[in-house]
C-alpha cells in the first residue's frame, strides 16, 4: 500500500492503496462514485470513463498512481446544482435506454466539446465510435450531442424530431 | 415529488409484522421516493446499520389486495408497487401513466417501485415483450378500483352521493358545490384499503370497477418523459452495481479454460500471499476466489494456478464447421412421432401442411431454393453479470438487475435448500436485459459463496466471461423451396428449419444454471429446444412447414448454451423467410414490395388481431415514407465503388406487426455494408408514450442491424474464441444511419372496437432488419448471400466469386 494524492470533482482525497489499482476501482470502492462504471476493464468500450486534464480516460486501465490532472467524473459535470449542457441535452433527446453506458457517451462527448465545440458529424462519430451501447442509443446520442452544440453556442435547439444524426 | 421518509404504513401492515425490524436495518424505513422510484432499496446501506441482524421472514404481498399495489401518502401523492422490472425501454414511466389515469391523480405526483419480491407482487418481471399488453391489465384494474372505493369514501365524508361527485387530481369534490372536497390523502394516508381484489390468479385480478375507455386516458397517449433518465444522466441513480453493505467483500469465478473441463487440481499457495487474500472456494467444477478487495480478486482469480482435463470427445464443432454439423446432425426426435402421441412431441414443430405442396412443385414453371445460415448469436451484455449477496441472520437477501426477480427467488432458495421466505430478491437497474443474460448465474454463485463463507458477497463477471459464458441465441439452419407458376406467382413453399438449440437453458433454474452446471447437477432431461416458422399473412396456397432441434455433442458445462435472446426464434426463420420471399419475387421480375402485398391482399380472411389488415398498412407506411419506386431487384449493377441498394422485409411478433427497409452501401473494394437509412413502419396497437416507444422501436431496428452486420459467436473445438469488444463486434457509432424513420401506423382496423389494445414493443422491430439488409445488399450488387453477419470479408469474397 502507498499513499495516493487525488483531486476528484474539486476534492482533494489522501489515499492508502496498491499504486497500480486501476483509478476506477479506487473512485468506485473507495469515493463511493457511481458514474465511472466496469464494462470490460480493458479500454474498449468506455463505461469507465472520466475526464483528467481535459481528456476522456479509461479509468479501468489507468493505475491510481500514474494520475497527475484532476478528475472529473459524470457527478462533477454539472455546476451549483445545474446540469451541464450535455447532460440536459441527452434528458432532452431522451438518449439513453438501460443507460449503463451513458456515462462513457456523455464523458466522451464533454471532453470532445470541451475541445472542439463545433464538430463535424464526421468527428463526432469518430470521436464516439469507442464508446459502446448495447441497447443501441447511438442515434439519439448523436442528437444529442448535436443538439448540446446548438445550446452551447446559444442557438435554440431544433426540435428532437428533426435532429437528424 | 416529495420524498416520503418511511416505507408506507400500509405496506408494512401488507407485509409480516416483525419484519419491520429488517427493514430498519437494512435502511428499507428511509426508502427514498425521489425522482426514480424503480427501486426500494435506494439509500440502504447509507443507512450503515448492521444488516446481519435483518430477521425475515419476507412473505409474498397479498396480490388480492388493492394495499399490495397502491400507497396514498399524507401529501396526497400515490406510490404504485408493480411486479415488474423495467430494463431500459420506459415501461416504468408507462405504467404511472396508465395506473395515474385509472386513479385520476396527476402523474407527477406519483411514483413506482418495481421488481422487489418482498414488497412488490409477483407479476414475474419482465421478458416477452409483455410489459404493456399484458402486465398493465392488473395494474389499471387495481388503480380503478381504488379510485372506485375512494370515492365512495369521499361520498361519505362529503354527505353527498357518488353520482353527485367529480374527481379530478386526486381531489373528490361535489360537483354542485365544488368548495366542498376532500383529497385522497385526507380519506386514507395511514389507513389501509383493505379491499380483497377477485380474479384467481394475478393477471385476473380485478375489483369492481371498469377500467377507461381509451378517450379517457389523459396521461396514456402522452409523450411524457421517462422518469428513470435524469437519474442516469446525472449519476445519481444507485445501480445494482452500487449496492454496498458493511463487511462486503468480492469474488470473482475462474471459468474452466474450455468447455466441459474436469478440475484436478488447485494450487491456493499462487495466491495465498496476495494482499486481501480470503480464501478460494470450489465444488465440482466451480471455482471461485474471495479477497477483501475488488481489484485483489481480479488479481486472485488470474493468478490462481489450476489444473484441468479435457473431454475425452470435442464438445462442439469449430464455428466455421458448425452449418455442416447441424446439417449431418440427427435431430433430437423424429417431428413424424409426434403426430398422434403426445408422449413423443418433438421439438420444433410441424410438419406442417397446407394444401397439396407436392403436387404444386411438381407442376411448377420455375423452382426456387436456398438455404439460410444464422450463426449463434450472443446476448453480450454492455457489463458482465453481477450480483450482491447477504446471507446476514441466516436469510440470503440478493441485489440484481435480473429480469425475473421472482423465478430468482424461488430458484436460490432451492438451490441452497433455504426456505422460500428466507429469500428476497431486490431488483435494481443495470445493463440491459434483452431476455436472458448471465445475471441469473452471478446472483446463484454470489448468494452460495455468501453462505459458505457468512458475509455479503459481491460477484462480477469480467468480459471474457460474460462474453465467452453467457446463454446463446440459438444457430439455425433454414432449407426453403419455393414453385412459380407461369404467371410468376408463388404457388408453394417449403420451409424446413433446424435450430441448434437442445438443452435450451430457462429462467433462474436451480439444476440448469451454470454453477450448478460445474457442481455437477444434471437434469433427467434437457430441455428441448424450440425451432420456429416464419410469421407472416402471405396467401400461398400449398405450403409444407417442418422445425426441427439438434444439439451439440455436449450438452453441459458449456459455454454454447442456448437461452432466450430478445425475440428468441424471431430474426433467425424471418432472416431465411423474407430473403426467400425476394428471392422468389427477383425470379418472377416482380417488385419485392409489391409482390409480397399482392400475397397479403390474395387472402381473403383477416384473423382475430386483423394481421392481414395491418400487415397492409404497415407495408404501404414504409413505403410511403421511404419513397418505394417500383421496380425489381437487383437494380443494374452500378460502375462505381460504393453500390446503392434498397431492401424491404416484414413480419409480425405476436399481434405486432412491422415493416423495415434499408437502404445500404456496399463498398465493393472492402466488402464493407452501411445502412444509410432505415425506414421501421410498426403497429403495435394503443400508444401509452408515443417518444418513448419511438426511442424503444429505434433501439431495436438498430439491434436487428448490429445482428446483421457484425454479431457472430466464434468458436474452437474446446471454447468460445469471442472473448471481448473485438473478437465479438457489435454496431458502433460509426455504423448508424443517417436516417432513421420511426413511423407509428398503429391505427386499428376493427370500426368495432372502440378500444384498441396495446401490443408488445420490446422485440418486434429487431425481426425483420435482418432480410432487410440482406435484400437491399442483393439490391445494390445483384449477389444474394444467404449467411448472417454480413461481415466485411463475407460480403467482399461472395462479391468476388460472383464477379461483382
Ligand atoms: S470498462 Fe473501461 S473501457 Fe470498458
Ligand atoms: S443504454 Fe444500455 S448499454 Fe447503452
Request: hydrophobic letters at 40%; a neutral charge.
Amino acid at each position: 500500500m502507498s499513499r495516493i494524492e487525488l483531486k476528484v470533482n474539486g476534492r482533494s482525497h489522501t489515499l492508502d492503496v496498491e499504486p497500480d489499482t486501476p483509478l476506477l476501482y479506487v473512485l468506485r470502492n473507495d469515493l463511493d462514485l457511481r458514474g465511472p462504471r466496469f464494462g470490460c476493464g480493458l479500454g474498449q468500450c468506455g463505461a469507465c470513463k472520466v475526464i483528467i486534464s481535459g481528456a476522456a480516460v479509461f479509468s479501468c486501465i489507468t493505475p491510481v498512481s500514474s494520475v497527475k490532472g484532476e478528475i472529473t467524473t459524470l457527478e462533477g459535470l454539472s455546476q451549483n446544482g445545474r446540469l451541464d449542457p450535455v447532460q440536459q441535452a441527452w434528458i432532452d433527446e431522451q438518449a439513453p435506454q438501460c443507460g449503463f453506458c451513458q456515462n462513457g457517451q456523455i464523458i466522451t462527448a464533454k471532453a470532445l466539446l470541451d475541445k472542439n465545440p463545433h464538430p463535424t458529424d464526421a468527428q463526432i462519430r469518430e470521436t464516439m465510435n469507442g464508446t459502446l451501447c448495447r441497447c443501441m442509443s447511438y442515434f439519439r446520442v448523436q442528437s444529442a450531442i448535436k443538439r448540446a452544440v446548438k445550446t452551447m453556442a446559444g442557438r435554440s435547439p431544433a426540435d428532437p424530431k428533426e435532429v437528424v444524426a | 415529488m416529495s420524498s416520503s421518509d418511511k416505507l408506507p404504513k400500509q405496506i408494512e401492515d401488507v407485509l409480516v409484522t416483525h419484519r419491520r425490524e429488517f427493514l430498519k436495518h437494512a435502511g428499507l424505513l428511509a426508502v427514498s421516493f425521489g425522482v426514480f422510484g424503480a427501486t426500494a432499496i435506494e439509500g440502504a446501506e447509507s443507512q450503515s446499520s448492521n444488516p446481519a441482524e435483518s430477521p425475515g421472514p419476507y412473505r409474498d404481498p397479498d396480490f388480492h389486495q388493492i394495499d399490495s399495489w397502491i400507497v396514498i401518502h399524507e401529501d396526497n401523492t400515490a406510490t404504485f408497487y408493480v411486479g415488474k422490472t423495467d430494463p431500459g425501454q420506459g415501461t416504468g414511466t408507462c405504467f404511472r401513466q396508465l395506473m395515474s389515469d385509472e386513479l385520476d391523480i396527476a402523474f407527477d405526483k406519483t411514483t413506482c417501485i418495481m421488481g422487489s419480491t418482498d414488497i412488490t407482487v409477483d407479476q414475474v418481471g419482465s421478458g416477452g415483450s409483455s410489459a404493456l399488453e399484458r402486465d398493465s391489465w392488473p395494474m389499471r384494474r387495481v388503480a380503478a378500483e381504488a379510485r372506485r372505493v375512494l370515492l365512495e369514501m369521499g361520498s361519505d365524508h362529503l354527505g353527498a352521493p357518488v353520482d353527485q361527485l367529480a374527481i379530478s387530481d386526486a381531489v373528490i369534490a361535489v360537483k354542485a358545490n365544488p368548495s366542498k372536497r376532500v383529497t385522497y390523502g385526507e380519506l386514507i394516508a395511514g389507513k389501509k384499503f383493505h379491499v380483497t381484489l377477485t380474479g384467481n390468479n394475478i393477471n385476473r385480478v380485478t375489483g369492481q370497477a371498469k377500467t377507461k375507455s381509451n378517450p379517457e386516458l389523459k396521461y396514456a397517449g402522452q409523450s411524457i418523459q421517462r422518469d428513470d433518465i435524469p437519474s442516469k444522466v446525472d449519476g445519481s441513480l444507485k445501480w445494482a452495481v452500487d449496492v454496498k453493505l458493511p463487511g462486503m467483500v468480492h469474488a470473482r469465478n475462474v471459468k474452466p479454460p474450455f468447455a466441459c473441463a474436469k478440475l484436478t487440481g488447485i494450487d491456493e499457495s499462487s495466491v495465498k500471499s496476495l494482499p486481501g487474500f480470503i480464501k478460494v472456494l470450489s465444488k465440482g467444477n466451480y471455482v471461485a476466489v474471495v479477497c477483501e478487495r475488488e481489484e485483489q480478486a481480479i488479481r486472485a482469480a488470474r493468478q490462481l494456478k489450476t489444473t484441468w482435463q479435457k473431454p475425452a470427445t470435442a464438445p462442439f464443432p469449430a464455428s466455421e464447421d458448425l452449418f455442416n454439423y447441424m446439417r449431418s446432425a440427427t435431430p433430437v426426435s423424429d417431428p413424424r412421432l409426434a403426430a398422434g402421441n403426445p408422449e413423443l412431441r418433438a421439438p420444433g414443430f410441424g410438419p406442417m401442411v397446407v394444401g397439396n405442396p407436392d403436387a404444386a412443385f411438381s407442376s411448377a414453371a420455375k423452382i426456387i431454393e436456398g438455404e439460410y445460415e444464422i450463426p449463434f448469436q450472443g446476448h453480450t451484455a454492455f457489463a458482465g453479470a453481477h450480483a450482491l449477496a447477504d446471507p446476514s441472520n441466516g436469510q440470503m437477501t440478493v441485489y440484481t438487475n435480473d429480469m425475473k426477480s421472482y423465478s430468482m427467488r424461488r430458484g436460490i432458495a432451492a438451490f441452497l435448500g433455504m426456505p422460500h421466505d428466507s429469500v428476497r430478491v431486490v431488483w435494481m437497474m443495470g445493463p440491459q436485459g434483452f431476455g436472458r443474460s448471465a445475471a441469473e448465474d452471478a446472483a446463484f454463485e454470489a448468494a452460495w459463496i455468501a453462505r459458505e463463507i457468512g458475509r455479503p458477497v459481491r460477484m462480477q463477471w469480467m468480459r471474457d466471461e460474460e462474453t465467452a459464458w453467457d446463454t446463446k441465441g440459438p444457430a439455425f439452419l433454414v432449407k426453403m423451396r419455393g414453385a412459380l407458376d407461369s404467371g410468376g406467382r408463388l404457388v408453394a413453399y417449403d420451409f424446413h428449419a433446424r435450430s441448434c438449440d437442445h438443452n435450451h437453458i430457462g429462467y433462474n433454474e436451480p439444476d440448469s444454471v451454470l454453477i450448478a452446471q460445474l457442481m455437477g447437477t444434471r437434469r433427467a432431461k434437457p430441455a428441448a429446444g424450440s425451432a420456429a416458422m416464419p410469421s407472416d399473412m402471405y396467401a400461398i396456397p400449398n405450403r409444407k412447414m417442418v422445425g426441427e432441434v439438434v444439439g451439440l455433442p455436449i450438452l453441459w458445462e458449456t459455454p454454447l448454451r442456448t437461452g432466450n435472446l430478445r425475440d428468441p426464434n424471431g430474426p433467425q426463420p424471418t432472416f431465411a423467410a423474407e430473403s426467400f420471399i425476394d428471392e422468389v419475387a427477383a425470379a418472377a421480375k416482380a417488385d419485392p414490395l409489391e409482390f409480397r402485398m399482392k400475397m397479403v391482399k390474395a387472402g381473403k380472411d383477416d384473423d382475430s388481431a386483423f394481421r392481414r389488415a395491418r400487415s397492409i398498412a404497415v407495408l404501404k407506411a414504409a413505403a410511403e415514407t421511404y419513397g418505394w419506386d417500383s421496380r425489381p431487384s437487383p437494380k443494374p449493377i452500378g460502375k462505381g465503388k460504393i453500390l446503392t441498394g434498397r431492401g424491404i422485409a416484414y413480419s409480425f411478433r405476436g399481434r405486432t406487426v412491422v415493416a423495415e427497409i434499408a437502404e445500404v452501401e456496399v463498398d465493393r473494394q472492402t466488402g464493407h455494408v452501411w445502412a444509410k437509412r432505415l425506414v421501421c413502419a410498426h403497429d403495435c396497437g394503443f400508444v401509452v408514450n408515443p417518444e418513448s416507444l419511438r426511442h424503444t422501436i429505434e433501439c431495436c431496428t438498430l439491434h436487428g442491424l448490429s445482428r446483421a452486420i457484425h454479431e457472430e459467436v466464434q468458436f474452437d473445438t474446446e471454447t468460445v474464441t469471442s472473448r471481448d469488444w473485438f473478437s465479438s463486434p457489435t454496431l458502433r457509432h460509426t455504423d448508424i444511419p443517417e436516417r432513421i424513420d420511426i413511423v407509428l401506423v398503429n391505427g386499428d382496423p376493427n370500426p368495432d372496437r372502440p378500444d384498441l389494445p396495446p401490443y408488445g414493443a420490446g422485440e418486434p422491430a429487431l425481426k425483420p432488419m435482418l432480410a432487410a439488409i440482406g435484400n437491399a445488399i442483393y439490391d445494390a450488387t445483384g449477389v444474394r448471400i444467404r449467411r448472417v453477419p454480413f461481415r466485411n470479408d463475407r460480403v467482399l469474397a461472395a462479391l468476388k466469386a460472383a464477379g461483382v
